[in-house]
Each structure stands twice: as C-alpha cells, then as structure tokens.
C-alpha cells in the first residue's frame, strides 16, 4: 500500500527522517513544501517563521525575485558545462574585490569541500601534514573537520577526539585541537608542533562566540612567526559580517578562505580563495611535480550557481543592506536579553551581526567548553518548544539565522513566542 503521510514516508526512507541534524521527535516531524521571504510551508498548510534559513544559506531569503529571474534565464542556456563560464568568471572577479585574501578563487560544490580543499593546498604548500583547529569548530563533514566537533571526553590539548565512528585514528595524530579564544595555549602548541603544522584553520565568529580583542590578530601574528598558514572558514561568515566576510570585518587577513552557504543564495556552492601563489599549485600544468594540487569538481562553479550568486551579491552590495542585517540581528538579540532579565533565566544570548544564540549558562562563553556546561536539557526544551509554536529552527541548536527577508514584526512575533517558551520552562 502506497504511503500518503508525509512524514510517515519520510521516516520510511531517511534515517531519522530527515536529511541530517534535525532530529526531531516524531509527533513534531514536517515536510516542507515550500519557502517565500523568511516563511516556510509544510505539507499540512502550516506557516513558520524561518529562523534556520536553509542552516544560513539564504542571506535574501527563501527564493527572492532577483535569484530565482537569473536562475530561471541561465537554466535555459544550459546548468553545467564543468567548464569555464562568463558567470563563473564574473563571480570570481567579483570574489577577487570584495575579499582581502583572494588573490585567485577555485570553486567547487560545497563548503565542506572547499574548507578540505583549503586545508589540502596549506598541506602542499608547506610541506607538513599536522593542523591546527579550535575545539567545537565546524569545518564541514570531511574527515578533520569531524575531529572534536561535538567531544564528549574533553580530552587534554592537544588531543583530537573524533565525533563521527568511520574515520581512521591516523587523523587525529595529524589534527591538533585548541581552545578558541585562548591564544596562550594555541600558542604553545604551535611552539611545540611548529615545524610539524601545515595550517591552523579557525571560524573567526566560533559558531555564534565572537572573538575576543586581539586573539585573531594574534592568530595572524603566531602563524607568520612559525610559517604556518592561517585559514580562515568563511562559510558562514562570508558576505554575512560585511560584503569582504569576517576577514574585512575583523580586520585581519588570512592566506586562504573557503566558502559556501550564502554565497550561493540557497543554491550549492563551495570555493576556496587565497594568496595566488597557493592557489596555483592545482594548475593542472603543474602535475606531477610533488607539490601539486589535485582539485576538480563536476558542478564547481557552475553557471545556474553562479549567477545565482552573482545576483546575491548584487543585493548585497545595495546601500544599507549591512546596516538592516546588523540592526535586525541586534533588536533579535536585545529582546531575547530582556526576556531572560525579565524571567530571571540564568541564560545568555551570543552572537553579531545577523547571527544568534541562546546559551543556558551564567558564566561568560568563550570558547567550545565553557558553552558546553550549558544546560542542555533547557537549550533542547526551548527550540522545541519554538518549534510547535510555529518557528522553524534546527532543534539540535538554539543557533538563529536572520535574512533581510525578516520584518521587526517577525522579530517582535518571535519575541512573544520565546517568552511564552522561557516562561514554560521556568514554570516547570
């Protein structure tokens, strides 16, 4: 007999019955038909407020006119041709101003992929094998970026503990793990590994934990020192923090950046930018000799996803685009703040720019440990009961991502309905 619920299908043929990292309890499980401005539909006719927006890759919002009019135009001239394009060209000229870094781009088809690649040419380029990355930074599903992402043991720095079952134990002697924000410590363990590190790979915003004064610059500092490349994974925070990405936001520039999410506006992109020098050792002339690069992708840099892109940052680069996202992400942020103040809720909001969290803790967030002693129990109350309440979100993370397609009256709406859940919680 044919299936006709949706969710029912749905757990019938994903594992967990979804697509990833959503885990949601059965009776709360949705099939989304479709997305507009910053709501998504479900099967039922249900509206939510997106507040995951595609995990923040729809910076725009959920298929905006000036996307969708070059998309539609470029998929009649062909989707994929696994060559060189105008569109192609175009975005990377436009990469080339915009980030600090760039001084040539390659792309491929995810961020996953382009932070692997990036780690992969710092490899090459220096000659060594071991990095460095920050524990609880997410790098992607590749093999180091699943090293002591979601560490239950809290091993001594600098072990790696992996997070996913499947990957070899020779990554973790290669993948040295430091606390984000504390510069003494990475700073010892580059002394100890210098002539062993290839890269130290950082998010500059730690998933919603800003950087305190002066620790990437002193990143940039102690990579320079030691001959170690510093790279910088932009996918989350690429035209995110301002049009040239965390390094222009920040003020401190990296050898190589990987990015992906909103670069594509919803459409899958990944690219790695950086010093030309670098970059040029996938120059497939160059094969053969021992420091060459191996980087091909079917659909990397195609033309749908390129001008797909390209139209994103038209958007993007519109007058006081940066201002409303700043201003948005701050009246989010502020009335979270009063709530808990309001409820006397030992919790803290986290994040910049259009990016935010809540952390059930009263002790200062810096780094993966210190939000790890949240109280998970209340973090996992609290986006499910979002979720009922009609706001969509990843219920494994209280992480919230705003577009511009979001109003100061959603924002206001999601307000009353977190008080609503926060007072549930206190009540209880």
């Known amino acids: 007999m044919q299936l006709t619920n949706w969710s029912t299908r749905s757990q019938t043929v994903f594992p967990g019955g979804s697509l990833g990292e959503y885990n949601l309890p059965p009776e709360l499980s949705v099939v989304l038909t479709h997305g507009k401005g910053s709501k998504v539909y479900d099967t039922a006719a249900r509206e939510y407020v997106d507040y995951t927006m595609g995990w923040g890759s729809l910076l725009l919002g959920h298929a905006p006119e000036a996307?969708?009019?070059?998309?539609?135009?470029?998929?009649?001239?062909?989707?994929?041709?696994?060559?060189?394009?105008?569109?192609?060209?175009?975005?990377?000229?436009?990469m080339a101003r915009a980030?600090?870094?760039?001084g040539k781009v390659r792309f491929c088809a995810s961020g996953t992929e382009a932070a692997m690649y990036a780690v992969r040419f710092a490899r090459a380029f220096t000659g060594r094998s071991k990095i460095v990355k920050f524990e609880g930074a997410y790098h992607g599903a590749n093999e180091f970026g699943s090293m002591s992402l979601f560490p239950?043991?809290?091993?001594?720095?600098?072990?790696?503990?992996?997070?996913?079952?499947?990957?070899?134990?020779s990554t973790a002697a290669d993948v040295l793990i430091a606390p984000y924000n504390d510069l003494a410590t990475t700073e010892a363990i580059l002394r100890q590994y210098a002539d062993e590190i290839a890269a130290v790979i950082v998010e500059p915003l730690h998933r919603c934990t800003p950087p305190r004064p002066g620790f990437l610059a002193g990143l940039r500092r102690l990579t320079q020192e030691n001959g170690v490349l510093l790279i910088f994974d932009e996918v989350a925070t690429g035209f995110r923090l301002a049009y040239g990405g965390a390094q222009a936001y920040?003020?401190?520039?990296?050898?190589?950046?990987?990015?992906?999410?909103?670069?594509?506006?919803?459409?899958?992109?990944?690219?790695?930018?950086?010093?030309?020098?670098?970059?040029?050792?996938?120059?497939?002339?160059?094969?053969?000799?021992?420091?060459?690069?191996?980087?091909?992708?079917?659909v990397g840099g195609n033309p749908v996803t390129a001008v797909a892109a390209l139209a994103t940052l038209k958007e993007l680069r519109r007058p006081g685009t940066y201002q409303r996202f700043f201003a948005i992400g701050q009246k989010l942020r502020d009335g979270l703040a009063d709530i808990l103040v309001e409820l006397n809720i030992k919790a803290q909001v986290l994040?910049?720019?259009p990016l935010c969290a809540l952390s059930f803790t009263d002790q200062p967030v810096t780094d993966y440990r210190s939000a790890h002693r949240a109280d998970s129990v209340q973090s996992r109350a609290f986006a499910l009961g979002l979720f009922e309440r009609g706001v969509f979100l990843n219920p494994m993370s209280t992480k919230l991502y705003v577009s511009l397609a979001h109003s100061d009256e959603e924002i206001d709406r999601m307000h009353r309905v977190a008080f609503q859940v926060l007072k549930e919680i206190v009540d209880l």
Not at 152 to 169: M, N, R, V, Y
């Open 67 to 94: 996307v969708v009019a070059a998309v539609t135009r470029q998929a009649a001239l062909g989707s994929n041709f696994a060559y060189v394009s105008q569109p192609a060209i175009e975005l990377a000229e436009e």
């Open 99 to 102: 980030i600090p870094c760039a």
């Open 152 to 169: 239950q043991k809290l091993l001594d720095f600098p072990q790696a503990e992996p997070t996913s079952a499947g990957i070899p134990p």
């Open 250 to 298: 920040y003020g401190v520039t990296p050898d190589l950046a990987a990015y992906g999410k909103g670069l594509g506006g919803g459409y899958h992109i990944g690219a790695v930018a950086g010093r030309a020098d670098i970059l040029d050792l996938c120059d497939e002339s160059r094969m053969g000799r021992p420091d060459y690069v191996w980087f091909a992708s079917s």
């Open 351 to 353: 994040g910049d720019g």
